[in-house]
């Protein structure tokens, strides 16, 4: 019983942990200060110890012995290569949309638009994140592609981070409703070249707005 609370607690140290970084509360190369999250959480220094170990596993913070924990930079890379990826799968997955998608799956895209034009004016960034994550996720449970789905949610994992930070910049997420928009707009036109190009106007869009964030934020990134 007691490993069980030992263990749930260190899952809540963990989940609040990673969202810190995720959202960007905890910055690259900042120091994790154990002891305040100890305080913090209210837990003892095992669950937080063992928190920190599995979120070093999975790549968002560094351990250094002696010295302490810090939150790991973002590979600007490997951002790339990931949006390298996602321009080559999702652009056949528009396309293929607009081939034939049903009257379903048409609506649930333009529901999610309206549902982001209203985080948008409401300036809610976390549930704007999650519409704007729905929208591509919509494509592929619609058209049942299912082993796309997971290989693209594997690449929007380790896309996690700069994309929350992709969010921040004046008008960007209406920048990206008027993207998605054009993509439904060739999907309901029944254009696949058009949803293919317009899905990839997209992701440039993105690149661009993450290449401005790395050279007016070096600190951010890794090479």
């Given at each position: 019983m007691m490993q069980?609370?030992?263990?749930?607690?260190?899952?809540?140290v963990y989940e609040a942990v990673k969202e810190a970084i995720l959202s960007g509360e905890l910055e690259?190369?900042?120091?994790?200060?154990?002891?305040?999250?100890?305080?913090?959480?209210?837990?003892?220094?095992?669950p937080v110890s063992a928190a920190i170990s599995r979120l070093a596993f999975e790549g968002l913070v560094r351990i250094e012995p002696q010295h302490g924990s810090f939150v790991t930079p973002i590979s600007a890379e490997s951002v790339r290569e990931h949006l390298f990826v996602r321009r080559a799968l999702e652009g056949e997955v528009a396309a293929e949309a607009a081939r034939r998608l049903d009257?379903?799956?048409?609506?649930?895209?333009s529901a999610n638009?309206?549902?982001?034009?209203?985080?948008?004016?409401?300036?809610?960034?976390?549930?704007?994140?999650?519409?704007?994550?729905?929208?591509?996720?919509?494509?592929?449970?619609?058209?049942?592609?299912?082993?796309?789905?997971?290989?693209?949610?594997?690449?929007?994992?380790?896309?996690?981070?700069?994309?929350r930070l992709l969010m921040n910049p004046p008008g960007r997420m209406h920048q990206t409703?008027?993207?998605?928009?054009?993509i439904l707009a060739a999907i309901e036109a029944r254009q696949p070249e058009?949803?293919?190009a317009?899905?990839?106007?997209?992701?440039?869009?993105?690149?661009?707005?993450?290449?401005?964030?790395?050279?007016a934020k070096p600190g951010l990134f890794a090479p």
């Open positions: 069980e609370r030992a263990n749930s607690k260190a899952g809540q690259p190369e900042q120091a994790i200060d154990k002891f305040a999250l100890c305080e913090k959480l209210g837990v003892s220094r095992f009257d379903e799956g048409r609506a649930d895209l638009l309206a549902q982001a034009d209203e985080a948008a004016r409401a300036g809610d960034r976390a549930l704007f994140y999650e519409l704007d994550v729905g929208f591509h996720a919509l494509l592929t449970q619609h058209l049942g592609l299912h082993r796309a789905e997971a290989i693209l949610d594997g690449v929007r994992q380790h896309l996690e981070r700069p994309r409703i008027a993207e998605h928009r054009a058009a949803a293919r317009a899905l990839a106007a997209h992701l440039a869009a993105v690149a661009r707005t993450f290449e401005a964030l790395a050279k």
